[in-house]
């Protein structure tokens, strides 16, 4: 069974930089379109950044220009580089396939902004 580990949270201040890291335990990252997606207490979890086989992206609203999706799939990774890091920023972030999530769910890495 594929595993996804999300590697790279902490907590950072408003306006610094993460850069989040999902690895698979196969190579799955160049067969399907994957996203990063997040959670946060009492919400819903929510699509925030995707990319498609050919490097195509798209992203939520909240996150346009200030978070950068890309994928290694010589090391099955997908990454999530956020910058300007906003206090609704904070969440527990899960990557998965999209748009339906056929692995597993990961433990997620926890993103913690201060004001």
């Known amino acids: 069974q594929v595993r996804l580990v999300e590697s790279g949270g902490g907590l950072v201040q408003a306006g610094g930089s993460l850069r989040l890291s999902c690895v698979a335990s196969?190579?799955?990252?160049?067969?399907?379109?994957m996203g990063w997606y997040r959670q946060a207490p009492g919400n819903q979890r929510e699509m925030v950044a995707v990319?498609?086989?050919?490097?195509?992206?798209n992203y939520e609203e909240s996150v346009k220009g200030r978070f950068t999706i890309s994928r290694d799939n010589a090391v099955h990774t997908v990454y999530l580089q956020m910058n300007s890091l906003k206090s609704e920023d904070t969440a527990v972030y899960f990557c998965n396939t999209y748009p339906a999530h056929i692995l597993p769910w990961g433990q997620g890495t926890q993103v913690s902004v201060s004001s």
């Open positions: 196969e190579s799955i990252t160049n067969l399907y379109t």
């Open positions: 990319i498609n086989g050919v490097g195509g992206t």
